[in-house]
Nanobody
Framework: QVQLVESGGGLVQAGGSLRLSCAASGSIAGINTMSWYRQVPGKQRDLVAL???????NYADSVKGRFTISRDNAKKSIALQMNSLKPEDTAVYYCRIEWKNMGYWGQGTQVTVSS
Protein backbone atom coordinates (compact mmCIF):
# COMPACT_ATOMS: atom_id res chain seq x y z
CA GLN A 1 0.00 0.00 0.00
CA VAL A 2 1.38 3.38 -1.02
CA GLN A 3 1.06 6.30 1.37
CA LEU A 4 2.28 9.85 0.97
CA VAL A 5 2.86 11.97 4.05
CA GLU A 6 3.25 15.71 3.65
CA SER A 7 4.61 18.27 6.06
CA GLY A 8 5.76 21.88 6.18
CA GLY A 9 2.63 23.90 5.57
CA GLY A 10 1.61 26.81 7.72
CA LEU A 11 1.02 30.54 7.95
CA VAL A 12 3.59 32.99 6.62
CA GLN A 13 3.66 36.66 5.73
CA ALA A 14 3.94 37.81 2.14
CA GLY A 15 7.56 37.71 1.03
CA GLY A 16 8.38 34.86 3.35
CA SER A 17 9.39 31.27 2.67
CA LEU A 18 8.14 27.79 3.41
CA ARG A 19 9.44 24.35 2.56
CA LEU A 20 7.04 21.50 1.93
CA SER A 21 8.11 17.88 2.14
CA CYS A 22 6.46 14.66 1.04
CA ALA A 23 7.66 11.14 1.72
CA ALA A 24 6.31 7.94 0.22
CA SER A 25 6.05 4.77 2.23
CA GLY A 26 5.33 1.22 1.18
CA SER A 27 7.07 -1.37 -0.92
CA ILE A 28 7.69 0.82 -3.93
CA ALA A 29 10.70 1.38 -6.11
CA GLY A 30 11.27 3.22 -9.31
CA ILE A 31 8.87 6.12 -8.79
CA ASN A 32 8.31 8.04 -11.98
CA THR A 33 7.19 11.66 -12.02
CA MET A 34 6.73 13.38 -8.67
CA SER A 35 4.82 16.61 -8.44
CA TRP A 36 3.09 19.23 -6.34
CA TYR A 37 -0.40 20.55 -6.97
CA ARG A 38 -2.48 23.13 -5.17
CA GLN A 39 -6.16 23.80 -4.80
CA VAL A 40 -8.28 26.63 -3.46
CA PRO A 41 -11.93 26.10 -2.51
CA GLY A 42 -14.24 25.98 -5.49
CA LYS A 43 -11.46 25.65 -8.04
CA GLN A 44 -9.71 22.78 -9.73
CA ARG A 45 -6.46 21.32 -8.51
CA ASP A 46 -3.61 22.87 -10.48
CA LEU A 47 -0.09 21.68 -11.16
CA VAL A 48 2.56 23.75 -9.39
CA ALA A 49 5.73 21.86 -10.25
CA LEU A 50 6.89 18.44 -11.34
CA UNK A 51 10.17 16.56 -11.49
CA UNK A 52 10.83 13.48 -13.58
CA UNK A 53 12.93 10.46 -12.76
CA UNK A 54 15.85 12.07 -14.55
CA UNK A 55 15.52 15.37 -12.70
CA UNK A 56 13.80 17.37 -15.41
CA UNK A 57 11.60 20.01 -13.84
CA ASN A 58 8.60 22.00 -14.98
CA TYR A 59 6.84 24.85 -13.19
CA ALA A 60 3.61 26.76 -13.47
CA ASP A 61 4.28 30.23 -14.84
CA SER A 62 2.96 31.78 -11.64
CA VAL A 63 5.71 30.22 -9.51
CA LYS A 64 8.70 30.25 -11.85
CA GLY A 65 11.72 31.83 -10.22
CA ARG A 66 10.19 31.57 -6.74
CA PHE A 67 9.59 27.86 -6.16
CA THR A 68 12.05 24.99 -6.49
CA ILE A 69 11.14 21.32 -6.58
CA SER A 70 13.63 18.62 -5.67
CA ARG A 71 13.57 14.88 -5.08
CA ASP A 72 15.55 12.29 -3.20
CA ASN A 73 15.08 8.93 -4.87
CA ALA A 74 16.76 7.00 -2.08
CA LYS A 75 14.35 8.46 0.47
CA LYS A 76 11.37 8.35 -1.93
CA SER A 77 10.67 11.97 -1.15
CA ILE A 78 10.17 15.32 -2.75
CA ALA A 79 10.34 18.86 -1.48
CA LEU A 80 9.06 22.22 -2.60
CA GLN A 81 11.01 25.27 -1.53
CA MET A 82 8.73 28.28 -1.77
CA ASN A 83 10.26 31.75 -1.62
CA SER A 84 8.85 35.24 -2.07
CA LEU A 85 5.41 33.94 -1.20
CA LYS A 86 2.35 35.93 -2.23
CA PRO A 87 -1.19 35.91 -0.86
CA GLU A 88 -2.33 34.27 -4.09
CA ASP A 89 -0.16 31.26 -3.22
CA THR A 90 -2.62 30.46 -0.43
CA ALA A 91 -4.01 26.98 -1.06
CA VAL A 92 -3.95 23.38 0.03
CA TYR A 93 -0.85 21.80 -1.48
CA TYR A 94 -0.84 18.14 -2.50
CA CYS A 95 2.03 15.94 -3.51
CA ARG A 96 1.56 13.29 -6.14
CA ILE A 97 3.62 10.41 -7.42
CA GLU A 98 3.25 8.21 -10.45
CA TRP A 99 4.23 4.60 -10.03
CA LYS A 100 3.42 1.62 -12.20
CA ASN A 101 0.97 3.68 -14.24
CA MET A 102 -0.96 4.71 -11.14
CA GLY A 103 -1.22 8.12 -9.49
CA TYR A 104 -1.12 8.56 -5.72
CA TRP A 105 -1.97 11.66 -3.73
CA GLY A 106 -0.95 12.97 -0.36
CA GLN A 107 -3.52 14.23 2.13
CA GLY A 108 -2.71 17.87 1.52
CA THR A 109 -1.15 20.58 3.62
CA GLN A 110 -2.49 24.10 4.05
CA VAL A 111 -0.34 27.06 3.08
CA THR A 112 -1.65 30.48 4.03
CA VAL A 113 0.14 33.67 3.02
CA SER A 114 -1.00 36.84 4.76
CA SER A 115 -0.67 40.26 3.16
Amino acid sequence: QVQLVESGGGLVQAGGSLRLSCAASGSIAGINTMSWYRQVPGKQRDLVALITTFGTTNYADSVKGRFTISRDNAKKSIALQMNSLKPEDTAVYYCRIEWKNMGYWGQGTQVTVSS
